[in-house]
C-alpha cells in the first residue's frame, strides 16, 4: 500500500497521462513541441548572424543573401533539426517506457491487493 502511495504522490499523476496517449502520440507532441523550439532557436541565431555580417563586418547585403549562402544555412538547420528530432524520439520514448513499466508494476500490486481481499472476504463469510 506504501508503494502505491508513493507512485501516486511521485509518478502517478505524469504517468496516467502519458499512458492516456498512444506512445507515438506521445512522441510526437513532445517532438514537435522539440523541433518548434530548435527551430526558433535556429531563427535567433540566423538573425544575430546576418546582423552581426551586416553591421559590424559590413558585408553587402547582395553577397550575404546569395544562393549559397542561404542554401548553407538551408542544410545547417535541416541538419540541426534531424538531430534534434532523432534525439528526441529516443529520449521520450525511453521516457514513455519507462512510465509503461511503473504503470504496469502500480497496477499488479493493485490487482494482487484486490485479490487479496477477495480472498479475505471469501473466508470470513465461510
Known sequence: MINLAIYD?????N???????????YVYRKNLDIRLGVALGLILLIIIYYANQLFVKEVSIFELFSREELIKIGIISLVVLVIYSI????????????????????EGILS????????DNGTKGA
Open 9 to 13: 504522490k511521485h509518478d502517478g499523476k
Open 112 to 119: 494482487k491487493l484486490h485479490s487479496q481481499g477477495d480472498n
Open 87 to 106: 534525439i528526441g524520439i529516443i529520449v521520450n520514448g525511453a521516457r514513455y517506457n519507462a512510465a509503461q513499466e511503473r504503470h504496469e508494476r502500480y
Open 15 to 25: 504517468d496516467k497521462e502519458m499512458m492516456s496517449l498512444y506512445k507515438r502520440d
